[in-house]
């Protein structure tokens, strides 16, 4: 994309003992409230919550994460500062008491994304 | 998001024998060039390259995918269709004999995705 935005991608999975809706639903009623807190210098804070598909060949979508939550940054420094913080420090302990409630944390996992599209403009 | 934008999400590994960059050049190069042909009705042709970072409790990102690649729709009707129609059918022979140059095509998973987003209109 032609834009200069800088993202960051948490994979996560819930506790499995939680639904997928009573997950949704606390991470949207109690935990990004609580995320939101922390983002300042975050452009975008975006939960994408997967819908697992079958897949003709490979079957069903058992072994992913549960959303993907993505960071967005404008300012360059600020991604890099965010990047260095969360790959190397734990979050504040408020954070983490409340990601015990609905996350398998150990199954966390951080990205960070080359994007590239197809130009359909002249399509 | 508050747009109507429909989208399908493609996890996919590349072929273990292939390095990262020999892969997004193929794929740049060769392999979407192929299937933009197939991609009538697809607004957005977007592949996201995966650049694992380090947890500090979980560690490195090393059971990941190597590619998100998302197709975007406008039109819910097509999205359907398009769903329908890769979580049921193969690819045509000629996608499916590229996709064979370039992925470990036991990896594919398929997803779909419902959004959501902080509003940090006001902040």
Redesign the interface.
């Known amino acids: ?1 032609a834009d200069q935005t800088y993202k ?2 948490l ?1 996560m999975k819930r506790r499995p003992d939680i639904s997928v809706e009573a997950f ?1 639903d606390y991470y ?1 009623s109690k935990h ?1 409230p609580l995320a ?1 807190k922390y ?1 300042s210098g ?17 079957g069903e ?1 058992t ?2 994460p549960d959303v993907i939550t993505e960071l967005w940054f404008d300012n360059e420094e600020t991604y890099r500062g965010t ?1 260095a913080y ?5 979050m504040p302990d408020e954070i983490i008491e409340d990601e015990k409630n609905l996350f398998d ?14 130009d ?1 403009s002249n ?1």
């Open positions: 994309m960051i991608l994979f949704r949207e990004a939101e983002s975050v452009s975008r804070y975006i939960r994408r919550y997967i819908d697992p598909q079958p897949h003709p060949e490979t979508f072994d992913g990047l969360i790959t190397t420090s734990l944390r150990m199954a966390f996992r951080i990205a960070t994304v080359v994007e590239r599209e197809s359909f399509a």
